[in-house]
């Protein structure tokens, strides 16, 4: 019998993560089922629980449930811990959790677009949950700098203070030059772009929003600049590649299922 995942999350229905996890289980020949639970605010650890007792194997968990989700495991790796955040889920002989967001980012930026990161000097714009999820990859992976901007200042100062050697800022303060510029806010999804000034923007080598499935306002300025400028299923993508990974011991290949998701 199939063995069954699912992607919990509030709003759910739009989710990539079912077409992704089915072409990887295809390609690997692991015999999976994966599925969408919308949850309501509040309602994780009774879904979680819900779906375990039905035989549920993991979870991949979205907005707005991955500081529950940190909070119901009972085990969390490392990268998870720095991030205090999980999105991803393991029901086997206890409840692990792992955070595969930071590394499917930095797999998109080096892996995938071919990027040194080491000795590039980062703004990361956005204090949220993907931000915070993000940090500590990219340190990891060697970055000359970084640099986290937020609407909210103090959002941003309370974040950059967890790790060391991370400058925070308000948009307006911001000087200098970032090789590349990374929006983590939610702007793009209501239209919007943060208030970065366009000299800065058009100085970057890469403008990388995490937002996919549109040309959000950030993306086309940076066109408009000249920048080189890239959407997030490709993170979306290698972070689903990781999750698979913690589940099933297997690393799927990724290059034909995002050439696939973006129609090529
Ligand atoms: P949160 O709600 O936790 O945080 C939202 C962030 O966006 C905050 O920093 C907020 O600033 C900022 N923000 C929202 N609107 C604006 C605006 N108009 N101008 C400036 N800043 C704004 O969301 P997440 O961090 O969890 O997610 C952020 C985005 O990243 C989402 O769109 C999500 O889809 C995407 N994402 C993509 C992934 C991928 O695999 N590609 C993985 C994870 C997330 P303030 O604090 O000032 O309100």
Same mark, same amino acid.
């Given at each position: 019998?199939?063995?069954?995942? &699912?992607?919990?999350?509030?709003?759910?229905a739009?989710?990539?993560?079912?077409w992704?996890?089915?072409?990887?289980?295809?390609?690997?020949?692991?015999?999976?089922?994966?599925?969408?639970?919308?949850?309501?605010?509040?309602?994780?650890?009774?879904?979680?629980?819900?779906?375990r007792?039905?035989?549920?194997?993991?979870?991949?968990?979205?907005?707005?449930?991955?500081?529950?989700?940190?909070?119901y495991?009972?085990?969390?790796?490392?990268?998870?811990?720095?991030?205090?955040?999980?999105?991803?889920?393991?029901?086997g002989?206890?409840?692990?959790?792992?955070?595969?967001?930071?590394i499917?980012?930095?797999?998109d930026?080096?892996?995938n677009?071919?990027i040194d990161?080491r000795?590039s000097?980062?703004?990361?714009?956005?204090?949220?949950?993907?931000a915070?999820g993000?940090?500590?990859?990219?340190?990891?992976?060697?970055?000359?700098?970084?640099?986290v901007?937020n609407?909210?200042?103090?959002?941003?100062?309370?974040?950059? &203070?967890?790790?060391?050697?991370?400058a925070?800022?308000?948009?307006a303060?911001?000087?200098?030059?970032?090789?590349?510029?990374?929006?983590?806010?939610?702007?793009?999804?209501?239209?919007?772009?943060?208030?970065?000034?366009s000299?800065?923007? &058009?100085?970057?080598?890469?403008?990388?929003?995490?937002?996919?499935?549109?040309?959000?306002?950030f993306?086309?300025? &940076?066109?408009?600049?000249?920048?080189?400028?890239?959407?997030?299923?490709?993170?979306?993508?290698?972070?689903?590649?990781?999750?698979?990974?913690?589940?099933?011991?297997?690393?799927?290949?990724?290059a034909?299922?995002?050439r696939e998701l973006?129609?090529?």
């Amino acid at each position: 019998m199939s063995e069954r995942y &699912a992607v919990i999350g509030q709003p759910v229905a739009h989710s990539k993560s079912p077409w992704i996890h089915a072409q990887f289980a295809r390609a690997t020949r692991q015999d999976i089922e994966y599925g969408l639970i919308e949850a309501p605010l509040g309602g994780f650890a009774r879904a979680a629980d819900e779906f375990r007792a039905a035989g549920g194997k993991g979870l991949n968990v979205t907005l707005p449930f991955k500081e529950d989700a940190f909070r119901y495991c009972r085990s969390v790796t490392p990268r998870a811990t720095v991030a205090c955040a999980v999105n991803t889920v393991k029901f086997g002989a206890e409840v692990s959790g792992d955070n595969t967001d930071g590394i499917g980012l930095v797999r998109d930026l080096a892996g995938n677009l071919g990027i040194d990161l080491r000795g590039s000097r980062i703004l990361l714009m956005g204090a949220g949950g993907a931000a915070q999820g993000v940090l500590g990859a990219l340190l990891e992976a060697g970055v000359a700098g970084l640099t986290v901007a937020n609407r909210n200042e103090d959002k941003a100062r309370e974040l950059a &203070a967890r790790f060391s050697g991370v400058a925070a800022s308000g948009y307006a303060a911001l000087e200098g030059r970032f090789d590349i510029v990374i929006n983590a806010t939610s702007a793009g999804l209501s239209g919007e772009t943060p208030a970065l000034s366009s000299a800065l923007l &058009a100085r970057a080598r890469l403008a990388y929003d995490m937002v996919y499935g549109r040309e959000t306002p950030f993306l086309a300025a &940076a066109r408009a600049a000249g920048v080189p400028a890239c959407d997030g299923l490709g993170m979306l993508v290698e972070q689903a590649a990781e999750s698979f990974f913690f589940w099933r011991g297997v690393r799927p290949d990724t290059a034909g299922v995002l050439r696939e998701l973006r129609g090529r």
